[in-house]
C-alpha cells in the first residue's frame, strides 16, 4: 500500500491522518487547526501523505507550506483542487465541491474567506493563523 492509501485506511473516526514510509498519525482537531499547530510545533511534515475530511484552499495552502506530497480529501473545493495541482501535489477526492460551507452552512467558510484572494503560501499561513487566532478570542 502507498502512503496516501494507508492515510486514507486510517482516516475514520479522526479529522485527518498523515502518513510517511508506512508510518502514520491521526488528529482529531477541528479544521484546519491540526495543520496550523503541526506548523507551529515545526513538526517535520516533508513527504507525508495526507487524507483529511474536508480540504479547501485553507487546508491546501497548509498542506503546500508543511511539505506534503499527496491529499486526498472526501470532500474537496475545486480551488483546493486548483491550488493542489499548480503546486505538484497529487490529489484525489470523493466529493468535489465549488466551495466548502462554515459549521452553521449559512456562508462560505471564514478560513476560506481568509484565503480566497491570497496565492503565496507563506501569506496564508499567516492570514489563517491570524483568523484562527481572532475567533478564538470572540468566542
Known sequence: ???IDIAK???EG???CLCKDGDFFTDDGRGISPMIRFIGENRDLNGYSAADIIVGKAAAM???RAGI???HGRTMSVSAREFLERHGI???FETLTERIINRQGTDVCPMEKT???IEDVED???ALKTRLEEMKNNK
Open 14 to 16: 479522526h479529522s485527518i
Open 9 to 11: 485506511a486510517n482516516l
Open 124 to 126: 496564508g499561513y499567516r
Open 90 to 92: 497529487a490529489c484525489t
Open 115 to 117: 484565503v480566497v484572494e
Open 69 to 71: 506530497v499527496s491529499v
Open 62 to 64: 497548509l498542506f503546500v
Open 1 to 3: 500500500m502507498t502512503d
